[in-house]
């Protein structure tokens, strides 16, 4: 994991973690790193310090912690409080939009065919060359067959799998 320093285009600093560099590059080129205060998208990068290793550490830790004098006058104004953050939306509008399609034509071929398991290829290459009747069907099959009854001339698509609504 990476924490990176970032800042959008209307000067918010915030910081976030990736799994990795590229990781980053990906969410922001999709539009999925945005700004927590304000919601924009055009974020950058900011110059960090690099992290000091376990030495450096345990030194900041033995240090002597020393007092820090504080006063409260009846004239000091309280700071306003900034709104929270508002939540980051892990996909977009419009992905959110295809996942709904996947999802609605996978139901709609699994609540209009059979489904026929890994007897897929030769379930519609008997149905191809008329051997049983036609009917919609869905099931397994792997590269090689799914290759194989393309090549002679049998129309198969792939059904869209969709993540869970967990993910």
């Known amino acids: 994991m990476i924490r990176y320093a970032l800042a959008c285009d209307s000067g918010h600093d915030f910081e976030s973690w990736f799994p990795s560099g590229a990781s980053f590059d990906a969410q922001r080129a999709r539009g999925l790193v945005e700004c927590p205060v304000c919601g924009s998208t055009a974020v950058e990068k900011q110059l960090m310090a690099p992290a000091l290793g376990r030495a450096a550490k345990r030194a900041r830790d033995e240090a002597p912690v020393k007092p820090v004098e504080t006063a409260v006058t009846a004239e000091a104004q309280v700071p306003e409080t900034p709104a929270p953050p508002r939540s980051l939306a892990l996909l977009s509008e419009r992905e959110q939009a295809v996942r709904a399609m996947l999802k609605a034509v996978r139901e ?56 869970d609504d967990r993910n």
């Open 108 to 163: 709609h071929v699994v609540k209009n065919s059979d489904y026929v398991g890994t007897s897929f290829a030769d379930q519609a290459r008997k149905m191809h060359y008329g051997e049983i009747e036609h009917r919609s069907i869905y099931g397994e099959a792997n590269g090689a067959e799914t290759k194989a009854l393309i090549e002679e001339g049998i129309e198969v698509q792939p059904l869209p799998g969709v993540p």
